[in-house]
């Protein structure tokens, strides 16, 4: 039977089993960020005593979603009714198929992605039980969205030193209570997969490029924003600087003090009347420098890697910056004469309209939710979904997304360019590297 009590050093908790696999919903991995603590870098959470229950999902950060009608409303949140918001948000979820703490089962820690505005670890399409069906520990976390984890102002720079990226900070935070605690359900803390899709996946771009959170992971895929010299965030912190400026003038603060005072709902309206997006920074200590010079600098983290992107995406220029990026880190390994990435392209033209295989459309096969999706998905999806959740399995366990039952994939190797195809054919093919 799968373990339900689980014991962290904070203290202990209770899931819910299913056939195979338990879930520990809502887990504090750093204190509340609201008050004093808004702007600053999470804080150690507040341990407890007797056994804490963990069955319900947490609030998310305070954001505006999709209206009602649009394209990914309609995809990813008609069905997942209104999930409560709340800067009380530092919070993560896992799955877990262990039977006890003895078992040291690999793990993948999820990043949503949201364009760093909007999002949480438990979305309709997220869930655990494929994971947990092939022998994986799954975490989704949540972690500050908007200008509430990414703001850049003078005043903070003069309290903190230096301001922005919370957001990312909240990741590493939630990696380090990963390290520290997942021993606890039957995981192993030495085989940690890092992922994430879109604004997930420059997360996992810019951990992987910072010397705050190399060696505190194993593996990383970058599904939809992964690399450099494609389609991502501004690094620029005068850029941010300004927008701190400007957002604080939309909130009329005058002081620190007045701004940490404003309502989040205050925020989430001031953030949507500026231009631009609030998002990770170049601030010389988190990101020491832009993700491409650090690249090849030889100073990103050097593991194995798995990423790619869907045939559409959003539209065809930012499926052709996807792919630039995708394909100038496989570059970049090669000259660096590290391991060659696996490279993938998903093309599957999703059923149900001419959207075809859009930007995240891939995330129904990745958590095998295709039930939870109200396109006429067919017994050929199935079959895809099964393939995907293997090879993402396969590749936490060993580094290598390669099984018994799966079409080979070849990796990405210098001078032998290739990427697998994911759609009704799943097939390596060659490539050039452009």
């Known amino acids: 039977m799968p373990m339900t009590i689980a014991h962290t050093r904070y203290g202990s908790l209770s899931g819910v089993g299913f056939e195979g696999y338990a879930v520990f919903k809502g887990v504090p991995y750093a204190a509340p960020p609201v008050g004093a603590l808004r702007w600053k870098k999470p804080q150690p959470p507040i341990p407890w005593q007797g056994v804490r229950p963990a069955l319900t999902f947490p609030p998310a950060c305070p954001q505006s979603r999709s209206p009602a009608g649009s394209f990914y409303h309609k995809e990813f949140y008609a069905e997942s009714g209104s999930q409560m918001q709340s800067e009380d948000c530092l919070y993560l979820n896992i799955w877990t ?86 021993a606890g359900f039957g995981g192993n803390p030495n085989n ?136 100038n880190w496989c570059r970049c390994q090669h000259t660096l004469e590290r391991q060659a990435p696996y490279l993938y392209y998903f093309d599957r033209q999703m059923p149900g309209d001419n959207a075809g295989a859009f930007h995240s459309a891939e995330l129904w096969y990745v958590f095998g939710t295709l039930d939870r999706c109200w396109r006429p998905l067919t017994r050929a999806d199935q079959e895809l979904a099964k393939m995907i959740g293997g090879y993402w399995a396969n590749f936490a366990k060993t580094g290598n997304p390669n099984g018994k039952g799966l079409p080979c994939w070849k990796p990405c190797e210098k001078n032998a360019p290739s990427q697998l195809r994911l759609g009704l054919l799943v097939e390596s093919e060659p490539i050039v590297l452009e």
């Open 192 to 327: 940690i997969t890092i992922f994430g899709q879109s604004a997930g996946a420059m997360s996992v771009q810019t951990l992987i490029s910072s010397p705050l959170a190399i060696g505190k992971f194993h593996k990383a895929i970058m599904q939809s924003g992964g690399g450099f010299g494609g389609l991502s965030i501004s690094e620029n912190r005068q850029e941010a600087l300004e927008r701190g400026k400007a957002f604080a003038q939309k909130l009329g603060a005058n002081t620190l003090t007045e701004l940490r005072q404003a309502g989040p709902w205050a925020i989430v309206e001031a953030c949507k009347e500026l231009p631009g997006l609030f998002g990770p920074v170049i601030d010389g200590v988190l990101l020491p420098d832009s993700y491409e010079a650090l690249a090849k600098a030889g100073k990103t983290a050097d593991v194995p890697y798995l990423l790619g992107h869907c045939q559409e995406e959003m539209n065809p220029e930012s499926a052709r910056l996807f792919a630039a990026g995708s394909h």
């Open 97 to 182: 198929p262990a039977d006890s703490a003895k078992e040291k089962l690999p793990v993948m820690m999820w990043i949503h992605g949201g364009a760093f505005s909007h999002g949480s670890g438990s979305e309709l399409e997220f869930d655990g039980e494929t994971f947990s069906k092939n022998g994986v520990i799954l975490v989704t976390i949540n972690y500050r969205c908007n200008a509430l984890g990414f703001l850049c102002h003078p005043w903070l720079d003069e309290e903190e030193g230096v301001s922005g990226n919370y957001g990312i900070y909240d990741q590493i935070a939630a990696l380090d209570w990963v390290r520290e605690n997942i």
